[in-house]
């Protein structure tokens, strides 16, 4: 089995949960981008032919990030590996735990490859592909 599926905006980073006064919790950024990666799943489900499995998975995630107001107008046309922050992986943690309906338990993921780059603006967001065989 194999499903692709691309979630659109600028990546965000899973940050540590934060604490208040009433216990910890996650900025409200986050829970939002993690629902929109549960949404973007979900519709990817339904268009597809995955089942939630409980075998070893593959996952590719390529994290698409717009270039810099000041880079040059002959760079932003470019694809080029991005060396700032997000870290990659809190970038990947956000991801993941917004895929939940592709798997029963995160310890599942036997393999991870990850990409960040700087990209035209037009390609801004994720390229997620999760297969069973690693296809």
């Known amino acids: 089995m194999k499903i692709s599926f691309t979630i659109p905006g600028r ?17 409200q950024r986050i829970v939002e981008y993690c629902n929109k990666v549960r949404y973007h799943c979900a519709q990817a489900i339904e268009n597809g032919l995955w089942r939630k499995t409980d075998q070893p998975v593959y996952v590719s995630l390529d994290f698409r990030f717009s270039w810099p107001q000041s880079a040059n107008k002959k760079t932003r046309i470019t694809e080029q590996p991005r060396v700032k922050r997000p870290d990659l992986d809190n970038l990947c943690k956000a991801v993941l735990d917004g895929c939940e309906d592709l798997w029963f338990d995160d310890a599942q993921v036997a393999m991870l490859q990850t990409t960040k780059i700087n990209c035209p603006a037009v390609d801004e967001g994720v390229l997620v592909v999760v297969s069973t065989t690693g296809e």
């Open 11 to 27: 990546p965000v980073p899973k940050q540590a949960a934060r604490i208040g006064k009433h216990g910890g919790y996650q900025p």
